[in-house]
Structure formats: structure tokens, C-alpha cells
């Protein structure tokens, strides 16, 4: 694997790759491997600056004491495929009317063909106060690996009190990493005798738990068994640490907002998300500052030589690691036809998965695609806490992730509409 170092060149040479992939998550690392699998000869180049990877979907349970910090990271150099160039840096613009990326140290990289895939942006800035009270004063966070640690230290030594959680309006990644923590938490708190003396709040800017009806129920359920006050059209703009206030926009059914104060001894905090500024300054940019792609074939409207997937793409999906997981052969399969000027050969149906733990042991496995369409892999009703998911989430997918859907592997679990 040969690795292009950011090198801050003065007078930067232009460089070119018959597909650059912009982003080495787990999109990008995906089709790349994919790619080498379906063609060993592509020329490929990743542009990447981290030199760690993450599996973020593990962060929740970093928070719950199930994982530790170390179990959801490897070195990125470790996941590169065999034959792919890794440019180590980061990526200052984008070219499309050129077929050019700009990069951070001032060079030019060319391509036939462009995967944009670089993720998006965790604001926070948005909430004022928070960037300097994260990580101390009971301010925690599982949208961060070293913050989720620290989420866990609070709800091993909370003996009592108020605790928020907190989720802003849509989309974030996993929407229901904001209350999966939550349900653990008020587990931990069950088992050690310390919930009735516990305040356990969801303030979310929203006016439902979960935004596919379906699965409200059995999570309507839990919050009930718990005792969890439920704060809806409560939007998070700013937090004080050393005083353990949160200070809240909350709008009534009218429209009318007003300020509100919370205290609190532990708060968990979703910052909003948005689009990358180096995305949402670019031609690929739709309105809304996303990728502006075809929601079925996951190419750019405007761009045809330019695909799209993950968190950084317009579909309306979930965005999590499942819809990544299916996601990719389409991209693959498409930009393979795309080179070969023959029709697009796949489409993506908007498929999504989030594991709802709600409770230590126990998830509501929730698949759905476009509409919220649920389309569950197995022939049991979703609704159900199961052990069984338990395991699928905790054992089974980070074994899927790593060593397979990292790795280019694309088999999988037909999901399909079901009646119940």
C-alpha cells in the first residue's frame, strides 16, 4: 500500500487516480475494498487524514460499560485494501467541473471518478457553553469516543439526582443512540437501587420518540416503566458547567418559543449535525448543505462521474452503518456500469437499521427503508425486546463490521416488508 503523506508542499504537484474516494470511514474503506474485489487493477486512491478508525456504533455501549474505548478502534493503515493509495490529509474543496479534489496542503488530485464519502459535521459549537464543559461537571457525550468514557465514570458513580439526555432535530447520526443511553443508564440505576431516587429526563427537539411510528410503542413502554419524563420541542442552545444549568428553546404547538432553565447533575448531549463546510461550500451541494445524489442509485444529479453515500449523501435514510452496509454494492455497481457507459445496475431501497436498546440485554431491533417502510430480516415482530438482538448487536455486527463489510464482503440478510 503505498501512503501519500501530507507534505504542506510549497509548489504542489497535480496528482490523479481513476477513482478517488474522499473519506476512509466505513464507506469509504467499504467500496474501496469492494472495488479491489470486483477489479484488483482499478486504480484507486483514498484521501484520508486520520490515522485511526472507528467503529461508532460500538460508543453507545462505551457509554454503557458493555464495550471499552479500545474495542471500537483500529489503525486506519490496517483496513487500507491491498493496491489502494491512501493520501493522508485532508480535503480543502471540491472541483467537480474540473474532476479535481483540492487538498489541505495545496495540491490538486484528479479522478475519473469520485465517491464522496467524508461524513458530516458534529456541531459543537451550536450549543454555547458546551465545547468547554465536555468531558467535566457531569457534561458527557457518546457522539465522542473519549466522551463516552466519561459517560460511563457518571453513570457508575450517579447515586441520585436529575440527569438529561438530550437530542437535537434531525438528521443526527443514529437516531436513537440519544435515548438507547438512556434506557441503559435507568437499567444500571434499577439494578443498584437508584432509580426512585433518580430524575430521568428526554429533552428532544421533536414531537415523537422515534420517527417511524411503528416502533414507538415498545420504546413508549420502557420510558414508562422507567419513569422518564419526556420533553418534547426541547432544543438544547445552551449548557454551564460549573452551575449544571441547561438552558432550553421550547416551542409550543403554536410556534411560540420560549426560554427554558433545566438543572441537572449529569446531562447527555447530541450536538446538531449538518453537512461539512467543505461540503456544503461545494457545486456537489444541495440546499440543505448535503450530497446531492439520486436516492436510488446514489449518483450525483448533476455530476455523472461523482456517487455518494453515507452520512455526507441527501437520502433520506437512517444514517448508521447499516445503510452504509447496503449502500455500497450499489455505489460499486453503478460507478462499474458508469465506466463502462451502461445503465445503472442497482438501486438502494433507503435501508436503515437501529438497534433500540431498551434495556441492558434486551434491543428492539428496528429495519426500515424510504417512507419508513419497515423491512425486517427476520420473521419475528420487531416490536419485541429480544436477548437475541442482544447478542446480533453486541457480538454478531461488530464481527460483520470488521471483518467483512470492511473487507468487501456483501453478503447479507434479505430485509422485506412484513405484516403485523
Known sequence: M?????????????????????????????????????????????????????????????????????QTEREEQSL??????????AVSGFDPDNNLVRLSDGRALGYDYLVACPGLKIDWDAIQGLKETLGKNGVCSN?????????????????????????????????????????????????RGKLKASTLKFCLAGEALFGVPFFVP?????????????CYRHNLIAINGPAKTALFSVTDK??????????FDMIHVVPPQT???????SPLANAAGWIEVDPATLRHVHYPNVFSLGDA????????AAAVRLQSPVVVANLLAAMQDKAMAKTYDGYGSCPLTVALGKIVLAEFAYGGKVTPSFPLDPRVPRKSMWYLKTKF????????????????????????
Open 313 to 320: 449523501a441527501s437520502t433520506t435514510n437512517a444514517k448508521t
Open 143 to 191: 457522539y465522542r469516543a473519549d466522551t463516552a468514557e466519561y459517560t460511563w465514570r457518571l453513570i457508575q458513580d450517579f447515586q441520585g439526582g436529575i440527569a438529561l439526555f438530550t437530542q437535537p432535530g434531525m438528521p443526527i447520526k443514529c437516531a436513537g443512540a440519544p435515548q438507547k443511553i438512556m434506557y441503559m443508564m435507568a437499567d444500571h440505576l434499577r439494578r
Open 397 to 420: 455486527l461488530p464481527w460483520l463490521y470488521w471483518s467483512h463489510m470492511l473487507r468487501g464482503g456483501t453478503i447479507d440478510i434479505k430485509h422485506r416488508e412484513r405484516g403485523w
Open 254 to 263: 403554536n410556534g411560540v418559543a420560549r426560554d427554558v432553565e433545566m438543572r
Open 80 to 89: 487500507i485494501p491491498s493496491g489502494v493509495t491512501w493520501i493522508k490529509t
Open 275 to 281: 453537512g461539512l463546510d467543505v461540503v456544503r461550500e
Open 2 to 70: 503505498e501512503i501519500i503523506e501530507d507534505v504542506r508542499a510549497v509548489h504542489a504537484p497535480r496528482m490523479k487516480h481513476r477513482i478517488v474516494i474522499v473519506g476512509g470511514g466505513s464507506a469509504g474503506i467499504t467500496v474501496a475494498a469492494e472495488l479491489k474485489r470486483k477489479d484488483a487493477k482499478l486504480d484507486v486512491a483514498i484521501v484520508e487524514p486520520s490515522g485511526s478508525h472507528s467503529y461508532q456504533p460500538g460508543w453507545t455501549l462505551v457509554g454503557a460499560g458493555v464495550f471499552t474505548r479500545k
Open 218 to 230: 415498545p420504546l413508549q413502554k420502557a420510558v414508562d416503566e422507567y419513569g422518564i419524563g419526556i
